[in-house]
Nanobody, 114 residues
Framework: QVQLVESGGGLVQPGGSLRLSCTAS????????MGWYRQAPGKQREWVATITSGGTTNYVDSVKGRFTISRDNAKNTVYLQMNRLKPEDTAVYYC????????WGQGTQVTVSS
């Protein structure tokens, strides 16, 4: 079973930046399409961004131009650079394969507030 460990969240003011990291165990990481998801309080988990093994990216409209997903297959790690953060970006952020593996890591909390 692939283990997923997210990190890098925190409290940031509107307009600020954060970089999230997710490390996955398992040598087959490189073949997965990987994604970042988020779940805001009282809302369903939603897909935010994906990246293929070859580096092709896709984003939900609400983060286009502000977030950048990347990956380092040698390190089994996927990143999410988040710039110009808004209060509505507040959520627990998770990484997973896309489609998901059916289970989730602990996530990392991102809070955007002044």
């Amino acid at each position: 079973q692939v283990q997923l460990v997210e990190s890098g969240g925190g409290l940031v003011q509107p307009g600020g930046s954060l970089r999230l990291s997710c490390t996955a165990s398992g040598s087959i990481f490189s073949i997965y399409v990987m994604g970042w998801y988020r779940q805001a309080p009282g809302k369903q988990r939603e897909w935010v961004a994906t990246i293929t093994s070859g580096g092709t990216t896709n984003y939900v409209d609400s983060v286009k131009g502000r977030f950048t997903i990347s990956r380092d297959n040698a390190k089994n790690t996927v990143y999410l650079q988040m710039n110009r953060l808004k209060p509505e970006d507040t959520a627990v952020y998770y990484c997973n394969a896309f489609p998901s593996l059916g289970y989730w890591g602990q996530g990392t909390q991102v809070t955007v507030s002044s």
